[in-house]
């Protein structure tokens, strides 16, 4: 069992910056692979990032690329989301969530942990 629990959503305007935290606990943190996702009102939940276990490799939706860094470390059992140049368009409760092997890594239902996600809210 894994338990994940976020933090640093909150409100900013269009243009700052948020870093999102999700700190692990339970399992060895190194063998899982750490996604985020995020969830509009009325939305599905879509795919924002992915990290594989040693933070080898990173993958970005591509509303988000070029804005969001991903990024971990193993030794703190956390994974953090960089947000720059926030848009309004980007307001939603971002969820980490944590997955063994690495294929399929944009859909959701491949991830066996979530975390209970915290709101992030950009004003215009």
């Known amino acids: 069992q894994v338990e994940l629990v976020e933090s640093g959503g909150g409100l900013v305007q269009a243009g700052g910056s948020l870093r999102l935290s999700c700190a692990a606990s339970?399992?060895?943190?190194?063998?899982?692979?750490m996604g985020w996702f995020r969830q509009a009102p009325g939305k599905e939940r879509e795919f924002v990032a992915v990290?594989?276990?040693?933070?080898?490799?990173?993958y970005y939706a591509d509303s988000v690329k070029g804005r969001y860094t991903i990024s971990r470390d193993n030794a703190k059992n956390t994974v953090y989301l960089q947000m720059d140049s926030l848009k309004p368009t980007d307001t939603a409760a971002y969820y980490c969530?944590?997955?063994?092997?690495?294929?399929?890594?944009?859909?959701?239902?491949?991830?066996?942990?979530w975390g209970q996600g915290t709101q992030v809210t950009v004003s215009s």
């Open positions: 969530a944590a997955k063994s092997a690495s294929a399929y890594y944009d859909r959701s239902n491949t991830y066996n942990y």
């Open positions: 990290i594989t276990w040693k933070g080898g490799i990173k």
């Open positions: 339970g399992r060895t943190f190194s063998n899982y692979v």
